[in-house]
């Protein structure tokens, strides 16, 4: 059996107390506020609007398509948040680090709202562009104004380019992996 270093018992016992204490933090100072009802709302809410408008016949590629966003964007801000780049004073869930209610909700939602209404690459790309500079310059800094987002090491500009590179890539993805199904479900 191979022993576990004590650095890492250090790290694990320190992640322990820092739970803890989000845990405290988040039921004295943040549950029940208005902001965690606003995040609850995000949370819901697009859910309701995106069954009431997602194409049922094409629901796999659209799924498909939301799940890698919702993947990337997920990993995206683990990483940031690990990094310090930005924090989260006010969570839905004490003991994520995340915005749960953006990465899980609204941003695949919009994300394969695009997908689905703009089939069309040249479209797809003004309305992703157009998507892409709401968010950076318009919904993040609310989410600042807000106090529910604080940016440390990180400018909303650099966040275009992110929003531009996940829509392109993903798109292209999920094309080549439709067209490899179709081409083996011909078989």
């Not at 780049?85 to 994300?111: D, E, G, R």
Request: glycine share 2%; net charge positive; charged share 10%.
């Amino acid at each position: 059996m191979v022993n576990v270093p004590e650095s890492a018992i250090e790290i694990v016992q320190t992640q322990s107390v820092f739970t803890e204490m989000r845990v405290q933090q988040w039921l004295q100072d943040v549950v029940f506020t208005w902001q965690w009802w606003i995040l609850v709302f995000l949370m819901i809410a697009p859910w309701i609007l995106w069954l009431c408008l997602v194409d049922k016949k094409r629901l796999t590629p659209i799924c498909l398509f939301g799940i890698t966003v919702l993947a990337t964007v997920s990993w995206m801000d683990d990483l940031g948040t690990d990094l310090i780049l930005w924090y989260y004073p006010y969570k839905l869930v004490p003991i994520y680090p995340q915005l749960i209610p953006i990465n899980y909700s609204v941003l695949p939602i919009t994300f394969m709202l695009i997908y689905q209404y703009f089939p069309t690459w040249r479209s797809y790309i003004k309305a992703m562009l157009i998507m892409a500079i709401v968010f950076s310059f318009v919904a993040e800094p609310a989410l600042s104004y807000l106090g529910m987002y604080k940016v440390l090491k990180w400018q909303y500009y650099y966040s275009l380019p992110i929003y531009m590179l996940i829509a392109i890539s993903h798109r292209l993805i999920v094309e080549k992996i439709l067209t490899i199904n179709h081409q083996h479900t011909k078989m």
